[in-house]
């Protein structure tokens, strides 16, 4: 049982090769279709010459026969007007028919129907050899009109013959044709699918882990040309979210690492104090009291810590706040007295409107402006300045905090907002932090369909900049 070719190529050829021989099979019968009458055409007119010949022949070579208003005055021998393979004789009364002649092989012989002497004169017919094979074209004529009758057959192996010779060259030049549509039509499948096979190549390279692999674009009107274009779309796609997917594991493996060192600091602290007790603490009071004092402190550090992981998680998983109007001005006014409270000496300023209500979270965002002021109190030294500023920017509430302290570099700035990143080199920590604040601010402010950023350089200070949508973030669609 034969199977069908695989490749997209050899069906593609297989199919031409199949439409373009029923193309040529379909012509060459019409053709011989249409050719046929013309020959009988041709064998009728040899009738009409066949006719005068063999009504010479048959009644007298010297008696002219009626030609239709004349007259055959010279005798002219009827075998050099009877075509090879043609037979006459003399219908009679009853119709059968006598005096046979034939000219050429006298074996053959036409079958002679039983109506001759009825049927209608000078209108031809077909009819079987007697010996079967090839048959003939008949007519029956009339000496004169009404007179005696006769009846002459020629042959249609002509007709056969020129047909066969047509069917032979037929077959013969559809055979080139198909040789030369199939090596034709190959090439031409062949560069028609070049750009499929450089897909194939692409994906290969993919496969093997290359995802910067591109697939090599055509013509955009062209199918492949638009799937190529597709193609490098969803290739791109790919790319990106598998870097995200990575860079996502990445940091999570630093967070999990930097969230077990900065709980081991604290639980490391407690547990030593803890073992001082034992090793004979209890019995001196101060060393007790200090003790306890420190075991306090690092359970304090580490439950803020703790709850700030579990905001960011929280988070995380779902942007949850309670949205309502606030008073931005009113949020920052707070955030600077207790700035002020806590650091009576450091000079803050607060510039903006009375009042400017957004929507948004009021418990959020008043953590946010502690954050960036916290910030500024653990990495600028005492008494260094900080401004504070609330504007309006089209439908964008903008919060700027700002120092006139150390700054940071630009390697710095672009990761302050990570989770548990700390620019120690530059910017000194005087007080405890674990590098969660900013990281918070961040992930509260997306949460409100907000922005933040920091615009900062070594010894020039640093300022954060907050923008909110005064409408509120917009919800996703249900």
């Not at 031409?188 to 910067?212: F, H, K, N, T, Y």
């Not at 997306?446 to 917009?474: K, M």
Request: charged share 25%.
């Amino acid at each position: 049982m034969s199977r069908r070719p695989r490749s997209l190529a050899g069906r593609l050829l297989l199919v031409v090769v199949v439409l373009s021989a029923g193309a040529l099979a379909l012509s060459s019968v019409l053709i011989a279709v249409a050719l046929r009458p013309f020959l009988v055409d041709r064998i009728d007119e040899q009738l009409v010459a066949a006719r005068v010949a063999a009504g010479i022949r048959l009644f007298d070579d010297a008696i002219p026969v009626d030609l239709g208003g004349g007259a055959l005055s010279d005798p002219v021998p009827a075998e050099v007007l009877l075509p090879a393979g043609s037979a006459a004789g003399i219908v009679e009364a009853d119709g059968s028919v006598s005096g046979v002649i034939v000219v050429g092989d006298t074996a053959r012989q036409p079958t002679w129907p039983d109506d001759l002497a009825t049927r209608a004169v000078d209108e031809p017919f077909d009819v079987d050899a007697s010996g079967g094979g090839v048959g003939y074209r008949m007519v029956v004529a009339e000496r004169t009109p009404g007179g005696e009758r006769y009846v002459v057959a020629v042959s249609l192996e002509e007709v056969s013959r020129t047909i066969g010779r047509l069917g032979a060259v037929e077959l013969g030049v559809s055979i080139l044709v198909m040789m030369l549509t199939a090596a034709i039509g190959w090439w031409l499948v062949r560069i028609g699918l070049a750009p499929l096979r450089r897909i194939e190549q692409s994906a290969d390279a993919i496969a093997a882990g290359d995802l910067s692999q591109r697939v090599p674009e055509s013509d955009p009107r062209s199918e492949v040309g638009r799937l190529s274009a597709a193609l490098n779309r969803m290739l791109g796609d790919i790319e990106a979210a598998f870097a995200a997917r990575v860079a996502s594991e990445d940091r999570l493996r630093r967070f999990v690492a930097d969230a077990s060192h900065e709980l081991r600091t604290p639980l490391v602290s407690i547990r030593g104090y803890a073992e001082l007790f034992f090793r004979g603490a209890r019995d001196r009071p101060e060393d007790l009291e200090t003790s306890m004092l420190r075991i306090q402190q690092e359970s304090e550090r580490m439950a803020t810590l703790v709850d700030e992981l579990l905001l960011l998680a929280r988070f995380d998983e779902a942007r949850d706040i309670d949205l309502g109007p606030v008073d931005l001005v009113r949020v920052a006014a707070d955030g600077v007295s207790d700035l002020r409270a806590v650091e009576p000496d450091r000079p803050v300023d607060l510039d903006g409107p009375d009042s400017m209500s957004i929507v948004g979270d009021d418990v959020r965002l008043r953590q946010v402006v502690a954050n960036l002021l916290a910030n500024v109190r653990q990495h600028t030294p005492p008494g260094t300045p900080a401004h504070v500023s609330v504007g309006l920017e089209g439908d964008e509430a903008v919060l700027v905090v700002a120092d006139e302290g150390p700054g940071m570099s630009a390697q710095d700035a672009e990761q302050v907002f990570e989770r548990f990143f700390r620019s120690d080199r530059v910017r000194q920590r005087t007080r405890g932090g674990n590098g969660l604040g900013l990281a918070i601010v961040a992930t509260l402010v997306d949460a409100h369909g907000g922005r933040v950023s920091v615009r900062t350089s070594p010894g020039q200070g640093a300022a954060f900049e907050v923008r909110l949508p005064v409408g509120g973030p917009t919800l996703p669609a249900s």
